[in-house]
């Protein structure tokens, strides 16, 4: 196998680790554990590490590791101010949202399993703006709120999710987009995204 998917492949499977937190925040990774773990060469590792702290995934310590980043309430925001550009979604977008909304609701799944599907009610919601650029910057966004989700939810008990609680807004803010009501609407995101504190 080429060593540019090899890279992936471990890029990948740390990023999985993390989010099922096996890595937590403030963990240190080392080159040569992951070389073991992964049963390859030093380069797809190296590459993947160096890949994840562009990504501000990680942060390179020199001579000591690379350590798992903590994600601040703030880095959560920065992303959703690109949300405020949604006024031209259509009547069938706005139908397949609330089918996608409808996911969110389910009951008898996994954290993981309702977190994915709010983030792809978030990431359709940006999808029917029509703009590439905000596209790609929120399904950036949105797979840092993954770590984050994962930082904050994901190994909580049973008895102490309240799955619902971060989509209870959902069908609000597709009444304000249905009204074209967009100050209405960015109200209403503000407040979805306020619920997040509650993971913590």
């Known amino acids: 196998m080429k060593k540019r998917y090899l890279k992936d492949i471990v890029y990948d499977a740390i990023m999985e680790d993390i989010y ?36 501000h995934v990680l942060r390179n310590i020199p001579r000591y590791g690379y350590e798992v980043t903590r994600l601040t309430m703030e880095d959560i925001r920065e992303g959703w ?39 792809t009610f978030h990431v359709a919601l940006i999808h029917a703006c029509g703009n590439h650029y905000i596209d790609e910057q929120v399904k950036g966004c949105m797979r840092r709120l993954t770590r984050a989700y994962a930082q904050f939810r994901w190994g909580m008990d049973q008895q102490e999710l309240h799955m619902s609680c971060d989509c209870r807004h959902h069908e609000a803010l597709l009444e304000a987009l249905r009204e074209k009501n967009c100050t209405k609407a960015v109200k209403i995101l503000k407040q979805d995204l306020a619920d997040f504190t509650l993971l913590k």
Do not use: F
């Open 81 to 119: 101010t690109l949300l405020k550009r949604y006024c031209c979604i259509t009547p069938r977008q706005l139908d397949e949202l609330e089918q996608l909304n409808q996911e969110c609701l389910r009951d008898n799944v996994t954290p993981r399993e309702h977190w994915m599907a709010n983030l």
């Open 20 to 55: 099922a937190g096996v890595h937590k925040p403030g963990d240190i990774l080392n080159e040569g554990t992951l070389v073991a773990k992964y049963q390859c060469s030093k380069s797809p590792v190296r590459e993947a590490l160096i890949a994840l702290c562009e990504n």
